[in-house]
C-alpha cells in the first residue's frame, strides 16, 4: 500500500541492506515494480471462492492475486509462497498446486494458522493444525509441484519446500 516501496527498496539496497517485501497479491503493480532480495506472496486460499470465504474481503480480489502469481513467475529476485494452512478449511494440497505452478516461485512455505488477534473472532483453536499435518500436507504438496523439503520448524508449524 506504500506508493514508494520500490525506492524504498532501492534506498535500501544502496546502503547494503537486503530486503524482504511480503504481499498478500491484491496490488500486482507494485509486485511488478519492486525488486527486493526476497519477495513472499502469501495465500489462504485457492479459488475465488476460498479467497472470498477465507479473507471476507469487502470485495473479490481474486484476479489481482492471480495476476501478481503470473508477474511472481518472473521475478529475478528469491520469490517465496507462503501458504497459510487453516485445518478443515484450506488444507488441500491439490487445489494449492495450479497456483504454485503458475508462480513458479523459488520456495514454497506451508506454515499453520496460529490462533491469535481478531482471526479468533472467525475460526476456532480447532483451525490451527498441528506440525505433523502441516508435514503431511508439504509432503503431498511437493509429490504434486517437483519440489523438496529441505527444513522445516515443528516448533513454529512451517516447512519450507525448494524446487528441485
Not at 547494503?16 to 517485501?21: D, K, L, P, S
Not at 523459488?106 to 499435518?133: I, N, W
Request: charged residues 30%; aromatic residues 10%.
Amino acid at each position: 500500500l506504500y506508493p514508494h516501496l520500490p525506492e524504498l527498496d532501492e534506498e535500501f539496497k544502496k546502503r547494503g541492506f537486503t530486503t524482504f517485501v511480503v504481499s498478500n497479491g491484491t496490488k500486482p503493480d507494485m509486485i511488478e515494480s519492486v525488486e527486493p532480495t526476497q519477495l513472499y506472496l502469501s495465500l489462504t486460499a485457492y479459488s475465488e471462492e476460498s479467497h472470498l470465504s477465507l479473507n471476507r474481503p469487502a470485495k473479490s480480489f481474486w484476479d489481482m492475486i492471480n495476476e501478481s502469481l503470473k508477474i511472481l513467475s518472473q521475478k529475478d529476485c528469491r520469490t517465496v509462497i507462503r501458504l497459510t494452512l487453516i485445518k478443515g478449511y484450506n488444507m488441500y494440497p491439490e487445489k494449492f498446486a495450479p497456483l504454485i505452478d503458475k508462480a513458479s516461485p523459488t520456495f514454497v512455505e506451508p506454515k499453520a494458522y496460529m490462533y491469535l488477534g481478531y482471526s479468533r473472532l472467525r475460526l476456532p483453536q480447532s483451525a490451527m493444525p498441528d506440525h505433523d499435518e502441516v508435514r503431511k500436507f508439504a509432503e503431498e504438496l511437493a509429490k504434486l509441484i517437483g519440489y523438496e523439503v529441505v527444513d522445516e520448524s515443528p516448533m513454529s508449524r512451517v516447512v519450507l519446500l525448494k524446487r528441485d
